[in-house]
Each structure stands twice: as structure tokens, then as C-alpha cells.
């Protein structure tokens, strides 16, 4: 069954690795009901999706692009099996961490149903930063976390709702595009040749679209 495994909020920590200061990566699984909904532009908004949560650097995270964070439980595990070293539901700083989703594989657009009311639709991956290398504290990790290809889910809010621990997640439709989270990841990272078939993309964050731009092989 496609759940929800836990419902994670920022617990606010210290900085080094920005001149922010304070960072909400480090997100703890909390037991209750959470609301959701879409919290504006990036900067001037409610930056996060959850009720309760906190983003401190709003240049590059929060806003209705980035409403959510999810990252799936099979993905840890595997993660876990090569770095040797447990890794709990939240240390990425994903607001939700699910069993039986295949985030990574989440079509670009697509609507997924949490609970009864609560609808989310992945817009693309979480690129890494230099918090997150910190957070993590292994060598090279945002060219490792890049090259694997796992990157995890970035939703909008289509339909607010609650979501708590154990609710069910299914897809409710699927853009026949096909073009999937590790797919338009792995093309903005690393593959540039593969860009020109993302920017139509319909549900692709405007300012994605731009930086996709930015990055296009350059014609001789």
C-alpha cells in the first residue's frame, strides 16, 4: 500500500554552511494532524507548505513550487546500505517520507491524492545544497547525492487538506508525457543535451523553465 510514513516539521538549528545562520533542514516525524496549503511566492509568502514548518533560506527553498518535500522510505534504505549508517525519516529535510510511492519516478504534473482531501502534484527534484552537505557530513555528497539520481520529490499544493501519518497516496492522474522526477533531474544536473524536451512541460515551475533555458547546449 502507498502511505504516508511520517509527517516531518522543522526543528530550527544552527548554519555554518550559509550566511542564513539557521537552517529548518533538520525535520522531526511529528505525531498529528498537519494542514497544508500552497503558501505563496518563494520570498514574501508563508515559504512552506506545512503548518508549523519553517524555511530560513527563502532565496532557494519554500514558496508554491516547493510547497512540500517528499522522499521515499525504499530510497533511505538504500542509501543506508551504502553509507553504512542508519538515516531516519526526516534527515534530508523532507516534510513527508512515504512507503510504496516511487517518488523518483513520479511523472512531472501528476496528482496524488493524501487521505481525503489533501491533493499534491511533483514539480521536480530537490537539487543539493551546501546545507544539505553539511547535514550529512560525508565527502562529496552533493556530487554523490547527484550522480545516484534519487533526488526526492518537490510538490505544489493543487487542493489543501490535512495529512497525518498512515494516509493512504494514490496517483489520481498521470500526464502521458511520462517525463519523471529522476528523469528531468538527471537532464538539468548532468545531461544538458536532454533539456530541450522538458520546457514545455506542462506543471514545470516558471523559473525552472528559465534556469533549463539558461543551461541549453549552446548552438555552434
Given at each position: 500500500?502507498?502511505?504516508?510514513?511520517?509527517?516531518?516539521?522543522?526543528?530550527p538549528?544552527?548554519?555554518?554552511?550559509?550566511?542564513?545562520?539557521?537552517?529548518?533542514?533538520?525535520?522531526q516525524?511529528?505525531?498529528?494532524?498537519?494542514?497544508?496549503?500552497?503558501?505563496?511566492?518563494?520570498?514574501?509568502?508563508?515559504?512552506?507548505?506545512?503548518?508549523?514548518?519553517?524555511?530560513?533560506d527563502i532565496?532557494?527553498?519554500?514558496?508554491?513550487?516547493?510547497?512540500?518535500?517528499?522522499?521515499?522510505?525504499?530510497?533511505?534504505?538504500?542509501?543506508?546500505?551504502?553509507?553504512?549508517?542508519?538515516?531516519?525519516?526526516?534527515?534530508?529535510?523532507?516534510?513527508?517520507?512515504?512507503?510504496?510511492?516511487?517518488?523518483?519516478?513520479?511523472?512531472?504534473?501528476?496528482?496524488?491524492?493524501?487521505?481525503?482531501?489533501?491533493?499534491?502534484?511533483?514539480?521536480?527534484?530537490?537539487?543539493?545544497?551546501?546545507?544539505?552537505?553539511?547535514?550529512?557530513?560525508?565527502?562529496?555528497?552533493?556530487?554523490?547525492?547527484?550522480?545516484?539520481?534519487?533526488?526526492?520529490?518537490?510538490?505544489?499544493?493543487?487542493?489543501?487538506?490535512?495529512?497525518?501519518?498512515?494516509d493512504?497516496?494514490?496517483v489520481?492522474?498521470?500526464?502521458a508525457?511520462?517525463?519523471t522526477?529522476?528523469?528531468?533531474?538527471?537532464?538539468?544536473?548532468?545531461?544538458?543535451?536532454?533539456?530541450?524536451?522538458?520546457?514545455?512541460?506542462?506543471?514545470?515551475?516558471?523559473?525552472?523553465?528559465?534556469?533549463?533555458?539558461?543551461?541549453?547546449?549552446?548552438?555552434?
Open positions: 500500500m502507498s502511505r504516508i510514513a511520517s509527517v516531518n516539521l522543522a526543528v538549528e544552527p548554519n555554518p554552511a550559509k550566511r542564513v545562520g539557521v537552517t529548518g533542514i533538520n525535520k516525524p511529528v505525531d498529528r494532524l498537519v494542514t497544508v496549503r500552497a503558501p505563496g511566492p518563494r520570498t514574501v509568502g508563508l515559504h512552506s507548505g506545512l503548518v508549523g514548518d519553517q524555511i530560513f532565496e532557494h527553498h519554500g514558496g508554491d513550487d516547493q510547497a512540500v518535500y517528499a522522499y521515499a522510505r525504499e530510497d533511505y534504505d538504500w542509501w543506508q546500505s551504502r553509507l553504512n549508517r542508519p538515516l531516519a525519516n526526516g534527515l534530508f529535510g523532507e516534510n513527508l517520507t512515504t512507503e510504496g510511492v516511487d517518488v523518483n519516478g513520479a511523472v512531472i504534473g501528476e496528482r496524488w491524492r493524501i487521505g481525503p482531501r489533501l491533493v499534491l502534484q511533483p514539480t521536480f527534484g530537490r537539487i543539493p545544497c551546501a546545507t544539505f552537505q553539511h547535514k550529512m557530513g560525508e565527502p562529496r555528497w552533493t556530487k554523490t547525492f547527484t550522480r545516484m539520481n534519487r533526488p526526492g520529490a518537490y510538490l505544489r499544493v493543487l487542493e489543501e487538506g490535512e495529512v497525518l501519518a498512515g493512504t497516496v494514490t489520481e492522474d498521470r500526464p508525457h511520462g517525463v522526477i529522476a528523469r528531468a533531474f538527471h537532464a538539468f544536473m548532468t545531461e544538458p543535451d536532454l533539456i530541450p524536451a522538458l520546457l514545455d512541460l506542462d506543471g514545470l515551475p516558471d523559473d525552472l523553465r528559465e534556469s533549463l533555458t539558461e543551461r541549453l547546449p549552446r548552438q555552434p
